[in-house]
């Protein structure tokens, strides 16, 4: 999903963790085809609690018929779900939510029983019997009638160039708003779907087409049974579609598009079969489905859904240029990677409640980022310290576990990151502790295992135990059912004391973590290298006592932060080139949260970052430059003439060096230099030519948008309209939106449309009144909000807009953005901004469900840059004229 970025990088997806050889057990075809065909594992027990269905009745099969125009905003359904009643009561539960249920009753035999229906909470609905419901088999049978939803949850409507769309987003818990049903992930059952729909339609859903019926022009098509899954896995969608074959899969494949796009996927279908043919080899497993769909969806509130044999993805994923620069192929790539891998982690193994999501998400980015390391090197995937996205996040003191109690939808997206970045950096950990072949073994045993059924964590945690020789269940215990993560300090005797890493000023409860150490050191003059677990508040290593120089992150595949004496820095400092590019990105990221944790002061940040800017490798190179630009919020008008001077003196030759001319000879490592220098040196360096050149390119990519790279076209519009004279606001802004409204590819729209820059009221409130339009669709609507909130310095004009119009936001966007709004669009570093904000939400937060914990999260995050803003100005001043 899109990410946007904000101090301490609060944001993310608004808009996006020794090898030991030996052959596994499991890599036997024989032994691949029975996991497949062997009777389900035993389901996972849940206890009973309110918030749940009881344990007590389960579904086994179900059967919807919904009838269907994309050209009505209303729908009917009925649904069938045999079930099994282990104990004798007078009421059934189900799920639904937002529909009208018309009649219920259950069925066996010749027995005909009526319920009456209640609404409970949790979403769950009773239907009551006037008398006792005996132990038994039946067919709860229920006929509703719903309205499409508007947004992009649930069974949802999307508009596009005037036709009309019919999409899903099930996950986590929308099913329940499409169709009555037992929706909780732990209700694994087979499904068979039948859709009614006028006959131009093209109708697809998760599994081949058993039946095609046509009469009085309407179409019904019975698809066949699927495989056991559980409710937000079921997908599909109506609509004109246009679609083209994926060719080379080990199973059919299309892709659906909006009409006339299909000439935008070849790039797509290029790689997508050797990305599944990758993932099969890792498992061991073909894949388990009999099709694999693709499907590009106009207004999707996130990145893609893994949907069984029908996965979804946000139409910039898959409509692109047929050869994509290296860097603009880095994200379509990965994301279908990452949904492909859910077909096996979450899809055939799926976690028995939300509260492993993280059983999912982790592996399946952590199988996404193996997948691009083995197929696509010049990517530099194996570059990434994916830990960095999850720091920041991990770092407050309101954050929850991982793995945490979840009662409701908005209990699964609170931290929902953290299952990503968080997950997949453990998992990282453990494959470099036990080596890759042996967290494949591990793997493979867990898939085989649980096939076709739910899991809990000690499930993955005992197949990990098994093929290791360390005691992995404690360790990942320690990280994922506690909050937050150790920070390691290594004195010179060799103590290494732990404690809980926090920002300035914030109060966070005492832990302690058992924590692998793969650590580097050198001691008269050799580099020695150890592995060592801490699990105490205070451990001693003798042979680190004395050490010239200690390095406790080996590869940086560690879930922790680190200091050591200033003596030791210095030595390391000197000694920099043992280290990898990855070892020194992490010792300038380490000292950079050290400072912001208020261990270390800014001189120490900044003796690491001027050592790494004169590194030979442009990837650590733009490490110090992001880490420079993290300073931003210190960058005010008092000192800005100050940073602009350093960054001409030091920078400024380095972008002119490259130039703003992206080569075909240009690897991924220069263009990410250059792309993260000029954003850096547009914003701050208050320099002439440099504003004039993206004048030009700016120009230049409105009259032919294929001219320039979208990393070069979105600085260069930000520039010259962040520059420009307020009488050429207008023009600009008229311009990019007709730009906008002429451009094919996604991608494009969103390169410029969300890189205009203007402060002043009238086209500010132009930027904001485009939000409401149908140009953007509802899933894009809050990120012309956040993109105006991070133009403005003061966000009056923007609390201006929004008591006006927050009715009309709030009815257009998807709920988890609404819930979200206020940590994506107000964290702020200006006590007066945030003083607004508070204004703003506090008579509507408890109206929006999950808002409140938005508000909270904003809070903290905005306190937290202002006790930074207040502890490090004078120092980052000071710096900043000793410079001069």
Request: aromatic share 10%.
């Amino acid at each position: 999903m899109k990410q946007l970025s904000t101090l301490f990088g609060v944001i993310a997806s608004v808009v996006t963790l020794i090898s030991l050889s030996t052959t596994s057990v499991l890599a036997q075809p024989a032994h691949k085809a029975s996991a497949l065909e062997r009777p389900l594992p035993p389901k996972k027990m849940l206890a009973d609690v309110e918030y749940r269905l009881p344990s007590t009745i389960a579904p086994t099969f179900q059967k919807i018929h919904l009838h269907i125009d994309p050209d009505k905003p209303t729908y009917s359904g009925t649904t069938n779900i045999d079930i099994a009643v282990k104990k004798a009561t007078n009421k059934v539960g189900f799920y639904q939510q937002d529909l009208t249920v018309t009649s219920a009753q259950l069925v066996s035999g010749d027995t005909v029983i009526p319920l009456q229906v209640t609404i409970g909470e949790y979403d769950i609905n009773w239907g009551e019997s006037q008398s006792a419901i005996a132990l038994g088999k039946y067919t709860l049978q229920i006929t509703f009638e719903g309205k499409v939803n508007t947004s992009s949850d649930g069974m949802y409507l999307s508009r596009f160039e005037e036709t009309n769309y019919i999409f899903t987003q099930f996950e986590d818990m929308h099913a329940r708003k499409a169709f009555p049903s037992f929706d909780e992930p732990n209700f694994k059952i087979p499904y068979q779907m039948t859709i009614s729909s006028p006959q131009h339609q093209e109708i697809v859903s998760n599994t081949p087409v058993e039946k095609l019926t046509i009469e009085g022009g309407i179409k019904t098509v019975v698809f066949e049974k699927t495989k056991p899954m559980p409710t937000y896995l079921i997908a599909y969608t109506v609509g004109p579609f246009d679609s083209t074959e994926i060719t080379g899969l080990s199973v059919p494949g299309k892709i659906y598009v909006p009409k006339g796009y299909v000439d935008k996927t070849k790039f797509v279908i290029k790689h997508t079969p050797e990305i599944l043919a990758s993932l099969e080899d890792f498992f061991g497993i073909k894949y388990p489905y009999k099709k694999m769909d693709f499907v590009a969806v106009p207004n999707f509130t996130h990145g893609a859904m893994e949907n069984v044999g029908l996965i979804t993805y946000r139409d910039s994923l898959l409509l692109l240029d047929d050869n994509p620069s290296v860097t603009e192929r880095s994200r379509p790539l990965n994301v279908i990677a990452h949904e492909i891998a859910h077909q096996w982690f979450g899809n055939l193994v799926t976690m028995a409640w939300w509260d492993d999501l993280w059983l999912n998400e982790a592996f399946a980015s952590w199988a996404a980022s193996h997948t691009m390391k083995t197929l696509y090197p010049e990517l530099k995937y194996a570059d990434r310290i994916v830990q960095e996205g999850a720091f920041s996040a991990d770092a407050s003191p309101t954050v929850k576990p991982v793995k945490k109690v979840v009662k409701s939808q908005p209990d699964v997206m609170d931290g929902l990151g953290l299952n990503y970045s968080k997950g997949e950096s453990i998992l990282q950990m453990i494959e470099s502790l036990i080596g890759t072949e042996k967290f494949r073994e591990g793997v493979r045993n867990y898939m085989n295992t649980h096939a076709w059924g739910n899991t809990v964590a000690d499930d993955l945690w005992q197949a990990l135990d098994n093929v290791s020789d360390f005691n992995l269940s404690a360790m990942m215990k320690a990280y994922l059912e506690q909050p937050g993560y150790p920070l390691i300090h290594i004195s010179q005797d060799g103590k290494l004391a732990q404690s809980r890493f926090h920002l300035a000023g914030a109060t966070v409860e005492d832990q302690t973590w058992a924590i692998p150490l793969k650590l580097t050191y050198q001691t008269e003059g050799k580099i020695r290298n150890d592995v060592v677990f801490i699990d105490k508040d205070v451990t001693t290593l003798p042979q680190l006592a004395e050490a010239d120089w200690v390095y406790p992150n080996d590869n940086a595949t560690g879930y922790f932060r680190w200091s050591i004496e200033p003596a030791q820095l210095n030595a390391l400092l000197e000694n920099l080139d043992v280290l990898n590019k990855r070892e020194k990105k992490n010792v300038l990221y380490n000292y950079q949260a050290l400072l912001n944790a208020d261990e270390v002061g800014i001189d120490s940040v900044m003796n690491v970052l001027n050592r790494l800017a004169k590194d030979d490798d442009p990837e650590v190179i733009r490490a110090a430059v992001t880490v420079l630009a993290e300073f931003d919020y210190l960058v005010n008008e008092s000192n800005q003439a100050q940073f602009a001077s350093l960054l001409q003196l030091t920078y400024l030759p380095l972008l002119n060096e490259l130039s703003l001319s992206q080569s075909e000879h240009d690897n991924a490592d220069v263009i990410r230099l250059r792309n993260q220098l000029y954003d850096l040196l547009g914003k701050h360096a208050i320099n002439k030519e440099l504003t004039e050149q993206s004048v030009n390119i700016a120009k230049q990519y409105l009259a032919d948008t294929s001219s320039v790279p979208s990393g070069i076209a979105g600085t260069a519009i930000e520039v010259a309209t962040r520059n420009s004279d307020k009488g050429e606001h207008a023009k600009w802004f008229n311009a990019i939106v007709e730009a906008f409204k002429n451009a094919e590819l996604p991608n494009v729209k969103n390169t410029l449309v969300y890189s205009m820059h203007f402060d002043g009221k009238e086209t500010v409130f132009k930027m904001l009144d485009l939000a409401l339009t149908d140009d953007i669709t509802p899933a894009n609507t809050m990120y012309m909000v956040v993109r105006v909130a991070r133009n403005l310095d003061d966000h009056t004009l923007l609390y201006e807009w929004l008591d006006q119009n927050k009715t009309a936001l709030f009815a257009k966007m998807p709920d988890y953005h609404v819930s979200r709004m206020p940590e994506f669009v107000s964290t702020t570093c200006s006590a007066k901004n945030l003083e607004m904000a508070n204004a703003f939400y506090a008579p509507i937060d408890e109206e929006h469900q999950g808002m409140a914990r938005g508000v909270e999260i904003m809070q903290d995050e905005s306190m937290q840059c202002m006790r930074l803003k207040s502890a490090f100005q004078e120092d980052f001043d000071r710096f900043l004229n000793q410079q001069q």
